[in-house]
């Protein structure tokens, strides 16, 4: 995975489908008005991409690169990158199936069908549900997604980090990056490369990267916590993590209390409505985790906001 | 008030305050992604200035244009007015008294003291809390400010359209404006002039200038609704009557129903949190009430995002 693959990536949408993904703000502020000293930051409100999350590029990049099944797309998962696959296969007219297990709130499932996707109930969990959507898809032949361990995801979750350095017109000096299975973090090192430095955010209850790093190659790790809706993945993926090992040298854990406070600090103060896993950025500069320099130019990706807004009352 | 006025107030706030005032983003995208045929909308995001909502710049304007008495500034209003002042009086260190009537809700005064005003509490109506604010003011001889109808508000609220000229590189063909006391539209009008066609929105429920024009001159109507809240004021401002006569062909009225279901999809598709009368624009675009031709640049300005999230749910 590299800049040309995420070049060649942007391309396919572009011509595939562009008017499907948005060019989301990039907004340039002083830190002060986020509470931190010094530093500029450059908000990237991709919460507000279609779908509520940055996933819509790697699913839409995934579809587009191969040929269609009649049978469509499938995929399991009850959360963002369910949403992404089941809005990029109503987008270009193709049958999606989701899988999510039992234990799924309903409100998802309602969103998935509104989407046009038909949601498969079954399993008691997420692993259950992916080993059910396997047998299905061996079964139809459908184009499978997987929420960050494919290339094609990857590389189309690097396009943020090429419209960012677009839309700054400079390289940013830090990306402060949010990390589940690293589809997101896979992407933005492959484009920055060690032009940015890119560092990675964990929550303590979801410490996939972390817990690779200590072990010196991915291991499964229980998840929890308040960001385990979208970071609960139970390890890091493949490309992600040979992508970090070439190109991260930080990576950094945030306590719930400070994921929280970050989270309601953006809708209180900026009426920036996101998820958790949007939060951790923030969450590093305000708590002092990662200290900026008075001239440091550092990205914070507000990566998604599909969550209950009256948690944010 | 006219174009000259208001570049001498944004040149005021970037001398006086600047970095109290945020740049807000305008995002510019196809009509189609908001679900409208053709045009080209540009959103200025402008729910997340400062205290939430466009008032900050004609308020810090205000209170920068005279000289500050001991006695800090005085306002009556438990709405936008009332937080903006407080934030702008916090921000320059100044004393700030707040006047809100009895009905006003915890939340609100809350809100204002955790700026730093004094909240007093008073009158059944806004009416009495506005005499009351104003009895006051006598006595301290603190600085008035006015929700609306004040030069230095109304030349505040037209640096949001300079600002939108600025960063769209042109001059937009429409600009889409929620009317309540006018102030808002008063200063988008003095910018633009008859270089854009400026179209007043108002709630069925709160009508100020369209029951001006139908009256030939301002009048008090009843006012009520989804929006009532921050597009409650009982009459249009005398600013605001002479620059719309002057510049505005076109004054609208929208249902609540349609403002609600504007401001719904705004979140459900957009992620953006705002308040009613943020949707008014989208509004008219979504039920035909204006329509746009195909090469149509138009502007919709979401003014404000003070609200409980939970409505969104």
């Given at each position: 995975?590299?800049?040309?693959?995420?070049?060649?990536?942007?391309?396919?949408?572009?011509?595939?489908?562009?008017?499907?993904?948005?060019?989301?703000?990039l907004?340039?502020?002083?830190?002060?008005?986020?509470?931190?000293?010094?530093?500029?930051v450059?908000?990237?409100?991709?919460?507000?991409?279609?779908?509520?999350?940055?996933?819509?590029?790697?699913?839409?990049?995934?579809?587009?690169?191969?040929?269609?099944?009649?049978?469509g797309?499938?995929v399991?998962?009850?959360?963002?990158?369910?949403?992404?696959?089941?809005?990029?296969?109503?987008?270009?007219?193709?049958?999606?199936?989701?899988?999510?297990?039992?234990?799924?709130?309903?409100?998802?499932?309602?969103?998935?069908?509104?989407?046009?996707?038909?949601?498969?109930?079954?399993?008691?969990?997420?692993?259950?549900?992916?080993?059910a959507?396997?047998?299905?898809?061996?079964?139809?032949?459908?184009?499978?997604?997987?929420?960050?361990?494919?290339?094609?995801?990857?590389?189309?979750?690097?396009?943020?980090?090429?419209?960012?350095?677009?839309?700054?017109?400079?390289?940013p000096?830090?990306?402060?990056?949010?990390?589940?299975?690293?589809?997101?973090?896979?992407?933005?090192?492959?484009?920055?490369?060690?032009?940015?430095?890119?560092?990675?955010?964990?929550?303590?209850?979801?410490?996939?990267?972390?817990?690779?790093?200590?072990?010196?190659?991915?291991?499964?790790?229980?998840?929890?916590?308040?960001?385990?809706?979208?970071?609960?993945?139970?390890?890091?993926?493949?490309?992600?993590?040979?992508?970090?090992?070439?190109?991260?040298?930080?990576?950094?854990?945030?306590?719930?209390?400070?994921?929280?406070a970050?989270?309601?600090?953006?809708?209180?103060?900026?009426?920036?409505?996101?998820?958790?896993a949007?939060?951790?950025?923030?969450?590093?500069?305000?708590?002092?985790?990662?200290?900026?320099?008075?001239?440091?130019?550092?990205?914070?990706?507000?990566?998604?906001?599909?969550?209950?807004?009256?948690?944010?009352?």
């Amino acid at each position: 995975m590299n800049r040309f693959e995420i070049e060649s990536a942007s391309a396919r949408i572009d011509a595939g489908l562009g008017s499907f993904i948005r060019q989301t703000p990039l907004w340039k502020l002083p830190g002060g008005v986020l509470g931190v000293n010094g530093a500029e930051v450059w908000l990237k409100l991709e919460h507000l991409q279609v779908g509520g999350s940055f996933k819509a590029r790697g699913m839409l990049n995934r579809l587009l690169a191969h040929p269609m099944p009649a049978s469509g797309v499938i995929v399991a998962s009850g959360g963002n990158a369910g949403i992404a696959t089941a809005a990029a296969a109503r987008a270009l007219g193709v049958a999606c199936e989701v899988f999510v297990p039992e234990v799924s709130p309903e409100a998802k499932r309602a969103r998935l069908r509104d989407l046009g996707a038909r949601v498969v109930v079954t399993g008691a969990s997420y692993a259950e549900a992916f080993a059910a959507c396997l047998a299905r898809q061996r079964e139809t032949g459908a184009l499978l997604t997987h929420a960050y361990d494919q290339p094609e995801v990857v590389a189309g979750a690097g396009t943020l980090a090429r419209e960012i350095e677009a839309q700054g017109r400079a390289v940013p000096d830090t990306v402060l990056v949010s990390v589940g299975g690293g589809g997101l973090i896979g992407g933005i090192a492959a484009w920055f490369e060690q032009r940015a430095r890119v560092v990675a955010l964990e929550p303590e209850g979801a410490p996939t990267l972390y817990r690779a790093r200590e072990a010196g190659h991915p291991v499964d790790v229980t998840v929890g916590g308040i960001a385990a809706d979208s970071l609960g993945a139970r390890r890091i993926g493949d490309i992600a993590w040979g992508l970090t090992q070439q190109h991260v040298k930080d990576a950094l854990l945030l306590s719930d209390d400070a994921i929280g406070a970050a989270q309601h600090w953006l809708w209180k103060e900026m009426k920036l409505a996101v998820e958790p896993a949007a939060a951790l950025g923030l969450a590093a500069l305000q708590t002092g985790a990662y200290r900026a320099r008075a001239d440091e130019k550092v990205v914070l990706i507000l990566c998604g906001a599909n969550m209950d807004p009256s948690r944010l009352a």
